[in-house]
């Protein structure tokens, strides 16, 4: 049972890839049916399937292979020819043989299977009968002696041989024969013709008169080898770790080699590290490429689409295929198939007019479609093109505001491409009635969901009346990937740098809200804008400032600008789930491990765009506000004071006391920034110490202007280190001013009094 089982799956993968290759093929044949070498290896997969079915006992797919033979035989001896219908009925039959297939495939026969092919075997002999109408009035005995010749190339070892022995017999009886008539009868001494024919059949019924015909085997061994997917996803898993681990070796080397500067074993522990970094590399590569398949798989299938779309839609329409070879992660290829399906019919449908109206637009009745793979960096690139009417989007408009899709103030902000775009609405049609093609105003959406899912982008180019093209730019793998690392308030999110088009930084007085929206004005362009910290909930510890970076991320056809607070750096980073604990937060796709061995999520950014939705969040009236905050009096302003003595603090704020200012103590570096980190006072000015224990005032500083709501906030060095390298360093971190111990009263309080622009009244 166990050989059985196995010789069964070896058929099903055979048998597969045999009728794909036939379906290919068919099409290609009906483009050039002079081609009789392309015709014979059509006939040779039907005969072989045939041959492996029977012996399987599949009956019903071999009733039906034998018939579709039938009429192969016969269009390769020229005694037909394959017509657009009886192509349609082979296609038909095709499919119908793909559908057996599936049926074995789930249990095991053929039988009880529901599919009927009592219709089309009947078809296959009214193709046959019809053809040899002609013959019919020949005696059956010259039917007999003219019956074509069997064709060897298709037989097996033994069936050669027996074919060679008949016919030798039969050469050497016609001969005897002859020579039986003249065989006098005075030679009664000689042996008589008829004991020699006798003896020649005897003698040529046996197997040692002719030897079988040795197959050729191949002089190399076999090249390749079947290995599971799940074998291969666990090597994937292993590499991801260690890719990880990689990144965190990298990141320790770079902290040894600050620390240990000049040391002599930094050498050698820099070739190891690059080593180990080079070898991950590339085995990380090896691993995916054995993921890897040909976008082949997928395009082979649309001859067989726009052949069929063409005689259902009446039009003549061209499939240019380009850049098949080019390779794409599995788990990527099987989720592109049905978007591409999707787009090759609308560009059949919507983009290729009929010949009529392309004859009388100056154009070839033959329209084109080109569809073309090529690789983009880390992404792959698949190119849908055609030369038909082209989109108009002022039309395009009008249709979704007949449906409800947008608003009519939406549509006069559209761009075209954002027009262009509309397609993917769900619901949105510009079909005239319904048909079995289209109509129903399902299809272009299901494009956009799946390559939502594959943090794809979607590009549309038209220019009316001369043809439209789509780019659907895809990541090669979706196991590792690129992302631009950035940071909102103290944390961090990984944006695969698939979805991110550009960053920009930006001033917040480029901000403007149009009915109640955050947007911005990119070139020609307007963006949604939102923070990434409305999105995910972070706690607003710190705002803006004057200045925000921009992250424009793009999905399918949509495109948003992301406001950060930090850009941290592209970095190659391993997907990790996010266990069944956490799965299902909104916006998150997984999480993966930094260099330092911290823990960033990984943004998913459909889902962040569906959230930006419900951002009511008005960015420029909190610029407005944070900037129109009036101080009415001098306890309004707020000092915090940073020193581990005790004295010193005392000193400070009997200083400010006569400012009448809001003061608060902080004993250390640590301290001082939690309390600026807590968001619970706005701070004026901070007087910080240099020698303190935990963060010295050196660090504080640095870390204080991290933050861009404290870019610009006054920070005074109070201190006995006076040296120029002392102040130099103060300038570099950030320090605003110098304020050396001793010092007056007066000095202090004037210093501050300017800093934090307190009337001088006061």
Same mark, same amino acid.
């Given at each position: 049972?166990?050989?059985?089982?196995?010789?069964?799956?070896?058929?099903?993968?055979?048998?597969?890839?045999? +009728?794909?290759?036939?379906?290919q093929?068919?099409?290609?044949?009906?483009?050039?049916?002079?081609?009789?070498?392309?015709?014979?290896?059509?006939f040779?997969?039907?005969?072989?399937?045939?041959?492996?079915?029977?012996?399987?006992?599949?009956d019903?797919?071999?009733?039906l292979?034998?018939?579709?033979?039938?009429?192969?035989?016969?269009?390769?001896?020229?005694?037909?020819?394959?017509?657009?219908?009886?192509? @349609?009925?082979?296609?038909?039959?095709?499919?119908?043989?793909?559908?057996?297939?599936?049926?074995?495939?789930?249990?095991?026969? !053929?039988?009880?299977?529901g %599919?009927? +092919?009592?219709?089309?075997?009947?078809?296959?002999?009214?193709?046959?009968?019809?053809?040899?109408?002609?013959t019919?009035? %020949?005696? *059956?005995?010259?039917?007999?002696?003219?019956?074509?010749?069997?064709?060897?190339?298709?037989m097996?070892?033994?069936?050669?041989?027996?074919?060679?022995?008949?016919?030798?017999?039969?050469?050497?009886?016609?001969?005897?024969?002859?020579?039986?008539?003249?065989? &006098?009868?005075?030679?009664?001494?000689?042996?008589?013709a008829?004991?020699?024919?006798?003896?020649?059949?005897?003698?040529?019924?046996?197997?040692?008169?002719?030897?079988?015909?040795?197959?050729?085997?191949?002089?190399?061994?076999?090249?390749? =080898?079947?290995?599971?997917?799940?074998? /291969?996803?666990?090597?994937?898993?292993?590499?991801?770790?260690?890719?990880?681990?990689?990144?965190?070796?990298?990141?320790?080397?770079?902290?040894? *080699?600050?620390?240990?500067?000049?040391?002599?074993f930094?050498?050698?522990?820099?070739?190891?590290?690059?080593?180990v970094?080079?070898?991950?590399?590339?085995?990380?590569?090896?691993?995916?490429?054995?993921?890897?398949?040909?976008?082949?798989?997928?395009?082979?299938?649309?001859?067989?689409?726009?052949?069929?779309?063409?005689?259902?839609?009446?039009?003549?329409?061209?499939?240019?295929l380009?850049? *098949?070879?080019?390779?794409?992660?599995?788990?990527?290829?099987?989720?592109?198939?049905?978007?591409?399906?999707?787009?090759?019919?609308?560009?059949?449908?919507?983009g290729?007019?009929?010949?009529?109206?392309?004859?009388?637009?100056?154009?070839?009745?033959?329209?084109?479609?080109?569809?073309?793979?090529?690789?983009?960096?880390?992404?792959?690139? %698949?190119?849908?093109? !055609? @030369?038909?009417?082209?989109?108009?989007?002022e039309?395009?408009?009008?249709?979704?505001?007949?449906?409800?899709?947008?608003?009519?103030?939406?549509?006069?902000?559209l761009? @075209?491409? *954002?027009?262009?775009?509309?397609?993917?609405?769900?619901?949105?049609?510009?079909?005239?009635?319904?048909?079995?093609?289209?109509?129903?105003?399902?299809?272009?959406?299901?494009?956009?969901?799946?390559?939502?899912?594959?943090?794809?982008?979607?590009?549309?180019?038209?220019?009316?009346?001369?043809?439209?093209?789509?780019? /659907?730019?895809?990541?090669? &793998?979706?196991?590792i990937?690129?992302?631009?690392?950035?940071s909102?308030?103290?944390?961090?999110?990984?944006?695969?740098?698939?979805?991110?088009?550009?960053?920009?930084?930006?001033?917040?007085?480029?901000?403007?809200?149009?009915?109640?929206k955050?947007? /911005?004005?990119?070139?020609?362009?307007?963006?949604?804008?939102?923070?990434?910290? !409305?999105?995910?909930?972070?706690?607003?510890?710190?705002?803006?400032?004057?200045?925000?970076?921009?992250?424009?991320i793009?999905?399918?056809?949509?495109?948003?600008?992301?406001?950060?607070?930090?850009?941290?750096?592209?970095?190659?980073?391993?997907?990790?789930?996010?266990?069944?604990?956490?799965?299902?937060?909104?916006?998150?796709?997984?999480?993966?491990?930094r260099?330092?061995?911290?823990?960033? /999520?990984?943004?998913d950014?459909a889902?962040?765009?569906?959230l930006?939705?419900?951002?009511?969040?008005?960015?420029?009236?909190?610029?407005?506000?944070?900037?129109?905050?009036?101080?009415?009096?001098?306890?309004?302003?707020?000092?915090?004071?940073?020193?581990?003595?005790?004295?010193?603090?005392?000193?400070?704020?009997?200083?400010?006391?006569?400012?009448?200012?809001?003061?608060?103590?902080?004993?250390?570096?640590?301290?001082?920034?939690?309390?600026?980190?807590?968001?619970?006072?706005?701070?004026?000015a901070?007087?910080?110490? =240099?020698?303190?224990?935990?963060?010295?005032?050196?660090?504080?500083?640095?870390?204080?202007?991290? #933050?861009s709501? #404290?870019?610009?906030?006054?920070?005074?060095?109070?201190?006995?280190?006076?040296?120029?390298?002392?102040?130099?360093?103060?300038?570099?971190?950030?320090?605003?001013?110098?304020?050396?111990?001793? #010092?007056s009263?007066? #000095?202090?309080?004037?210093?501050?009094?300017?800093?934090?622009?307190?009337?001088?009244?006061?």
């Amino acid at each position: 049972m166990d050989d059985l089982q196995e010789i069964l799956e070896d058929f099903l993968v055979e048998a597969f890839e045999l +009728i794909e290759q036939m379906d290919q093929d068919l099409v290609e044949l009906e483009s050039h049916p002079e081609d009789l070498e392309l015709l014979n290896g059509i006939f040779r997969v039907a005969h072989t399937v045939k041959g492996s079915s029977s012996f399987l006992n599949f009956d019903i797919l071999t009733k039906l292979t034998h018939h579709m033979e039938d009429v192969l035989n016969k269009a390769r001896k020229d005694e037909l020819k394959i017509t657009p219908d009886i192509m @349609d009925v082979v296609l038909k039959s095709v499919d119908m043989m793909k559908a057996l297939l599936e049926a074995i495939k789930e249990s095991g026969t !053929d039988a009880d299977c529901g %599919i009927e +092919i009592e219709e089309i075997c009947a078809k296959f002999d009214a193709i046959s009968s019809g053809k040899v109408v002609e013959t019919k009035e %020949i005696p *059956e005995v010259i039917e007999k002696e003219e019956a074509p010749e069997a064709n060897m190339e298709d037989m097996s070892d033994e069936e050669v041989a027996k074919e060679i022995e008949r016919l030798l017999a039969q050469k050497m009886e016609e001969k005897l024969a002859k020579k039986a008539k003249k065989t &006098t009868k005075t030679n009664i001494t000689t042996e008589s013709a008829a004991e020699q024919l006798k003896e020649v059949k005897a003698k040529t019924s046996t197997k040692e008169t002719v030897k079988p015909i040795a197959k050729k085997t191949p002089s190399t061994p076999e090249q390749t =080898i079947r290995v599971e997917v799940n074998r /291969l996803d666990h090597l994937m898993n292993l590499i991801g770790e260690l890719v990880l681990g990689k990144n965190r070796l990298l990141k320790i080397y770079d902290d040894v *080699e600050e620390r240990y500067e000049g040391e002599k074993f930094l050498e050698e522990l820099n070739q190891v590290v690059s080593s180990v970094s080079l070898v991950t590399t590339d085995l990380q590569i090896a691993v995916m490429k054995t993921r890897m398949l040909p976008v082949a798989k997928v395009f082979n299938k649309f001859p067989r689409l726009v052949r069929d779309l063409s005689r259902d839609l009446e039009k003549d329409i061209e499939l240019v295929l380009t850049g *098949e070879e080019t390779e794409l992660d599995k788990s990527i290829v099987e989720e592109i198939s049905d978007p591409l399906v999707h787009m090759i019919r609308n560009s059949c449908d919507h983009g290729i007019e009929t010949p009529a109206i392309r004859k009388a637009a100056g154009k070839s009745e033959k329209g084109t479609v080109n569809l073309k793979a090529y690789n983009e960096g880390n992404q792959i690139v %698949i190119e849908i093109k !055609d @030369d038909g009417a082209g989109m108009d989007s002022e039309f395009l408009k009008m249709k979704a505001l007949e449906k409800g899709i947008i608003t009519e103030r939406e549509a006069d902000l559209l761009s @075209d491409k *954002e027009a262009y775009g509309l397609i993917f609405k769900p619901g949105f049609s510009t079909a005239a009635k319904v048909t079995g093609v289209s109509g129903r105003g399902v299809g272009m959406d299901v494009v956009k969901t799946n390559i939502e899912k594959l943090n794809g982008i979607i590009d549309i180019d038209s220019e009316l009346g001369k043809g439209s093209t789509f780019k /659907l730019k895809i990541p090669l &793998t979706l196991a590792i990937m690129q992302a631009l690392l950035v940071s909102t308030q103290e944390e961090y999110f990984a944006i695969p740098l698939s979805s991110v088009l550009e960053t920009v930084r930006i001033s917040m007085d480029e901000v403007y809200t149009i009915e109640g929206k955050n947007v /911005l004005r990119l070139r020609n362009e307007i963006l949604s804008l939102v923070r990434l910290s !409305d999105l995910f909930g972070v706690k607003q510890i710190f705002d803006s400032g004057e200045h925000a970076y921009v992250i424009i991320i793009g999905l399918a056809e949509s495109k948003m600008g992301i406001i950060v607070d930090g850009l941290v750096g592209q970095e190659e980073i391993v997907i990790k789930s996010m266990g069944d604990y956490l799965q299902g937060i909104d916006g998150i796709a997984g999480a993966t491990i930094r260099g330092d061995g911290g823990v960033t /999520l990984i943004a998913d950014v459909a889902a962040m765009m569906h959230l930006a939705k419900d951002i009511k969040v008005d960015l420029t009236q909190q610029a407005t506000n944070s900037v129109s905050q009036s101080k009415s009096s001098p306890s309004d302003y707020n000092v915090l004071i940073v020193d581990d003595s005790k004295t010193d603090r005392t000193i400070m704020r009997k200083s400010l006391a006569p400012l009448g200012v809001t003061l608060t103590e902080a004993t250390n570096g640590v301290e001082a920034l939690n309390i600026l980190k807590a968001n619970e006072i706005s701070f004026d000015a901070v007087l910080v110490d =240099i020698e303190m224990p935990q963060m010295d005032g050196y660090t504080l500083a640095s870390e204080i202007r991290k #933050y861009s709501k #404290y870019r610009n906030l006054p920070l005074l060095a109070v201190t006995s280190r006076t040296s120029k390298s002392d102040r130099l360093r103060g300038v570099e971190v950030g320090m605003t001013e110098y304020i050396t111990k001793p #010092y007056s009263p007066e #000095y202090l309080l004037s210093a501050v009094s300017k800093n934090i622009k307190l009337p001088v009244e006061a």
